[in-house]
Nanobody, 119 residues
Framework: QVQLAETGGGLVQAGGSLRLSCAASGGAVSILNMAWFRQAPGKEREFVATISSINGITIYTDSVKGRFTIARDNAKNTVYLQMNSLNSDDTAVYYC????????????WGQGTQVTVSP
């Protein structure tokens, strides 16, 4: 059973940066399609970014394009989300997720890490 653990959240001022990490155990991120989601207070969980297990292709939601970067380090079995130029709309709990297939439901979820962007 793959377990995912996010770290790196915290409080940052608008315009600042954070890097989230998602460490996997019990399985290799290299064979999973990995993604980041987020959930802001009072809102539904939304997709942020994904990286393909096959070819490393990345996809981002429009609101983070050019500011966020998803990447994986197979040697460390970790996926990252580099977040730059943060604004208050980025305040949310961030979750990493993984799935064996390239579509459909995600099989594995982390517990989430809080990101708070102050004005």
């Amino acid at each position: 059973q793959v377990q995912l653990a996010e770290t790196g959240g915290g409080l940052v001022q608008a315009g600042g940066s954070l890097r989230l990490s998602c460490a996997a155990s019990g399985g290799a991120v290299s064979i999973l399609n990995m993604a980041w989601f987020r959930q802001a207070p009072g809102k539904e969980r939304e997709f942020v970014a994904t990286i393909s297990s096959i070819n490393g292709i990345t996809i981002y939601t429009d609101s983070v394009k050019g500011r966020f970067t998803i990447a994986r380090d197979n040697a460390k079995n970790t996926v990252y989300l580099q977040m730059n130029s943060l604004n208050s709309d980025d305040t949310a709990v961030y979750y990493c997720a993984g799935r064996k297939r390239d579509r459909g439901l995600y099989d594995y979820w982390g517990q989430g890490t809080q990101v708070t962007v102050s004005p």
